[in-house]
């Protein structure tokens, strides 16, 4: 199973960015998705996620309003565009699966692949 993320990179406080995170060696559709961020120095902490449909999706509450993960299952890809980013939001991101794939999991625990992480650096 490889979850490859993509997408981070430096913005400047209330731009935007789009990170992807393409998965293979997994059936993509038996699996919720989620994002997670980590900040140097800080633990890693949930940001948003999304069941196997995309029907059902869930946010950290400061990500909402500014966050959207979504779903392309024919491209076994899950994105989070990110809008109005703050400094707050720096981090390396990644992304993570869920065999529960009805799941909204806001733990770590819960996710049995991860990604290799984006850095996402937003200046003031």
């Known amino acids: 199973v490889q979850l490859q993320a993509s997408g981070g990179g430096l913005v400047q406080a209330g731009g935007s960015l789009r990170l992807s995170c393409a998965a293979s060696g997994l059936t993509f559709t038996e699996y919720a998705m989620g994002w997670f961020r980590q900040a140097l120095g800080k633990e890693r902490e949930f940001v948003a996620t999304?069941?196997?449909?995309?029907?059902?999706?869930h946010y950290v509450d400061s990500a909402k309003g500014r966050f959207t993960i979504s779903r392309d299952n024919a491209k076994n890809t899950v994105y989070l565009q990110m809008n109005l980013l703050k400094p707050e939001d720096t981090a390396v991101y990644y992304c993570?699966?869920?065999?529960?794939?009805?799941?909204?999991?806001?733990?770590?625990?819960?996710?049995?692949?991860w990604g290799q992480g984006t850095q996402v650096t937003v200046s003031s």
């Open positions: 993570a699966a869920d065999q529960s794939k009805w799941s909204l999991g806001v733990s770590s625990r819960q996710y049995e692949y």
């Open positions: 999304i069941t196997w449909n995309g029907g059902n999706t």
